[in-house]
């Protein structure tokens, strides 16, 4: 079992920016790949950024150049800087990690961009 905390999220202002934390916790062995997913309400849930344990990162198309995906792997734990935060990015963010066959999330974060 692998447990995930998220935290970081918030209101910002258009234009701001956050980063997020999760930590995971518990059998990390195996796992191949840590991420970012959100859900905006009525919508359903998408990828944001990815990052695997061969270092590479992917990003969807409406992040690039904004977002960043980053691991500290002696803390198990994955970030997500935000930098030029739109309204449309408001969402609950969510950690992912994958093993094979099965995949962990953690409760999510509420991000709003409102001025």
């Known amino acids: 079992q692998v447990q995930l905390v998220e935290s970081g999220g918030g209101l910002v202002q258009p234009g701001g920016s956050l980063r997020l934390a999760c930590a995971a916790s518990?059998?990390?062995?195996?796992?191949?790949?840590m991420g970012w997913f959100r859900q905006a309400p009525g919508k359903q849930r998408e990828f944001v950024a990815i990052s695997t344990s061969d270092g590479i990162t992917n990003y969807a198309n409406f992040v690039k150049g904004r977002f960043t995906i980053s691991r500290d792997n002696d803390k198990n734990t994955v970030y997500l800087q935000m930098n030029n935060l739109k309204p449309e990015d408001t969402a609950v963010y969510y950690c992912?990690?994958?093993?094979?066959?099965?995949?962990?999330w953690g409760q999510g974060t509420q991000v709003t961009v409102s001025s």
């Open positions: 518990g059998s990390m062995f195996s796992i191949r790949a």
């Open positions: 992912n990690a994958a093993r094979t066959g099965h995949n962990y």
